[in-house]
């Protein structure tokens, strides 16, 4: 018998020996599409966090028919790994009307008045909470729901409480984003009331969110604690705290007071948003994928510690100095020097943390890696560049406010903002669905080119927002025209990404195959072709055991995937006596196909009514019969 290796892929092992299916998808390897995947077996074991040569022993068991170690009872785990596409539909959806479009446009006007402070602050307020809310966070958390279960070899704890965290978010980002604008341009108290359960609705998705991924880790009964997971708990809870605390800020300062939440708390909780939610769980998810992905060392273990210590030391300092820095005199000093600390500590826990990945030590590269396109490659690169050219601003105006005792300018501290949102949260975001929504349908992702089209646009789009704001503002207004267009650039690269991502979502995202007019059943047939052009065959199927065959799902998706001969091997019946029957249904689906437009003909050129009162009623009632057979496997169809 053939030994299956850990450099076999999965495509390779199930077409050779269907009958290792069950293995895989009792280990929630298969990704529910109709494209078996090309990785390496090594490659899913490590994102599984399966053991890969307990993998290779089951496998090898089954295809040598003996017991294999693992409980693989179960043919399937429940589908609820799609979970994640409704979050990510509608982030695109956000990212390219409120988010990004709308952005855009402010920044256009702010261009044609050569003015950033033309545009009110709640216009660019309720587009940052957008971006952050509708953008990334609806993304992240879709994506959470996806790759997290994976990680921990389970599913999702509660799908019902997953979608009611996304409605919250939803309905909650909506009438914030509504009614928060409508308070300002108006004096009507009530308006306010909306917003402030706006607010509380986001708090409770992020609630509700959080304590879903909490249950699915404790069930999952993982002993072992992996620091990525880490990066994950810290940005979670910075994720709750803001929501929370901006709950309670606009109940005091706009409904009771009737003023403007103060710009001292406004940044700390902005900077919370940025680095300590977006940033630490892009960085728990690369810490765990990249190395698998890019065929590198894992990082060192004690450097993550440190990195993961340093950054939320540097977040909390931050948030607490730059308030009192801001709020209050006393002590302004003391709260500067803070600041500083908070900011160089931030800087030197990025740079470990990139240091840390061994991207640029060749020596680390391992053996035999997993081959990812470059287009991956690029985005990962291309977003460590913006994250260093981001640090090393906000390090370099943190000094500088640190020793002249005066804050940077608007336009310079707006265009690192843009620089670590746009160029690393953003690109990271891209480059994680490049590579994981084709993988969770199971398809290639619908075209590369639009995937290059998105690189090159994000790029141009954040380095001309980058360069062109401080230099208009505070050297050559001309530069304003630059700044105006750079936000329509970076939009239509957002939107060449909606396109691309909402095709390879789109149901049986890969063209539909091409198939001849099954006349005989054989043991090549494909089952899935079978069933759609003899939908008769599929009650026969399901009476020779394929009671698999009745979820719609696995109809759409394992029956694609394997013929006759390979399906009696998954379920071991007589192949003759299943192809004896189903030829027999085939045969007189055919006849009916042929014979019926033939009696529609006859029973049109005669007198129908006058011809059931004749002689030969029995035989035109013979004839409604075949048309209604055929109508019905018509409808069937």
């Not at 990334?136 to 704890?157: E, Q, R, T």
């Not at 590198?296 to 510690?305: G, L, S, W, Y």
């Not at 005792?405 to 670590?420: D, E, M, N, P, T």
């Amino acid at each position: 018998m053939d030994k299956i290796r850990q450099d076999f892929t999965v495509k390779e092992v199930i077409e050779k020996f269907p009958v290792t299916r069950r293995i895989f998808e009792t280990y929630g390897i298969m990704c529910g599409g109709n494209i078996l995947p090309e990785k390496p077996l090594s490659f899913f074991a490590k994102m599984h966090n399966i053991d890969p040569v307990r993998l290779i022993s089951d496998l090898q068991a089954l295809v040598d028919q003996k017991e294999p170690s693992g409980d693989v009872d179960i043919i399937t785990k429940p589908q609820t790994e799609h979970v994640y596409e409704i979050f990510v539909r509608t982030a695109i959806i956000i990212v390219l009307s409120t988010g990004c479009l709308y952005g855009a446009t402010l920044l256009a006007f702010m261009a044609f008045h050569r003015s950033m402070a033309s545009v009110t602050w709640i216009l660019s307020e309720t587009h940052g909470d957008t971006q952050v809310y509708g953008w990334v966070g609806l993304f992240i958390m879709g994506i959470s729901f996806f790759a997290l279960p994976k990680f921990w070899n389970s599913i999702i704890y509660s799908t019902p409480l997953a979608y009611k965290s996304f409605f919250l978010m939803v309905i909650g980002m909506l009438l914030s984003f509504v009614f928060k604008t409508a308070s300002y341009y108006s004096s009507v108290f009530f308006l306010k009331i909306p917003a402030l359960i706006g607010c509380a609705f986001v708090a409770a998705s992020i609630a509700v969110f959080i304590y879903v991924i909490c249950m699915t880790y404790l069930e999952s009964k993982k002993e072992k604690f992996e620091i990525y997971e880490g990066f994950l708990i810290s940005s979670y809870l910075w994720f709750l705290l803001q929501a929370a605390a901006f709950v309670a800020l606009y109940f005091h300062f706009v409904v009771v007071q009737g003023t403007e939440i103060p710009s001292a708390f406004k940044n700390p909780l902005r900077h919370i948003q940025i680095m300590g939610f977006s940033c630490l769980v892009i960085i728990g998810i690369f810490t765990k994928t990249l190395p698998i992905f890019l065929g590198i060392q894992e990082p060192d273990k004690k450097i993550n510690v440190y990195v993961l210590w340093l950054l939320n030391i540097s977040i909390t300092l931050r948030v607490i100095s730059g308030f009192y820095r801001d709020y209050t005199t006393h002590l302004y000093g003391f709260f500067t020097v803070i600041f500083c600390l908070a900011g160089i500590l931030e800087t030197i826990g990025v740079f470990l943390f990139i240091y840390n990945l061994n991207l640029f030590d060749r020596k680390k590269t391992v053996k035999n890696p997993t081959v990812m396109p470059t287009g991956f490659r690029k985005y990962i690169w291309a977003a460590i560049f913006w994250l260093l050219v981001s640090e090393t601003a906000l390090l370099t105006f943190t000094i500088y406010e640190a020793l002249s005792g005066a804050q940077v300018s608007h336009a310079l501290f707006g265009a690192y903002r843009h620089a670590i949102f746009i160029g690393f949260i953003s690109m990271m975001i891209l480059g994680c669905a490049s590579k994981m929504i084709p993988l969770s349908k199971g398809v290639k992702l619908c075209s590369p080119k639009l995937l290059n089209a998105t690189f090159l646009l994000v790029n141009v789009g954040c380095t001309l927002r980058v360069v062109s704001q401080p230099l208009a503002e505070h050297l050559y207004p001309q530069f304003y025209a630059t700044l105006g267009i750079s936000g329509f650039i970076e939009y239509a690269a957002m939107f060449c990404f909606g396109i691309n991502v909402w095709k390879t979502l789109k149901p049986e995202a890969g063209e539909e195959e091409v198939s001849e007019q099954i006349k005989i059943a054989t043991a090549n047939t494909n089952v899935y072709q079978l069933i759609k052009q003899h939908p008769q065959s599929l009650e026969i199927l399901i009476n020779f055991g394929f009671k698999q065959l009745k979820n719609p799902v696995l109809r759409n998706t394992l029956a694609r995937t394997i013929s006759l001969g390979q399906a009696v091997q998954i379920n071991p019946i007589n192949l003759d006596d299943l192809l004896k029957e189903l030829n027999a249904v085939i045969i007189t689906s055919l006849a009916l196909f042929f014979v019926g437009p033939f009696c529609g003909l006859y029973l049109f050129y005669t007198d129908f009514f006058y011809s059931l009162t004749q002689e030969n009623a029995l035989v035109n009632f013979g004839y409604i019969s075949i048309l209604i057979c055929l109508i019905q496997r018509w409808i069937a169809q």
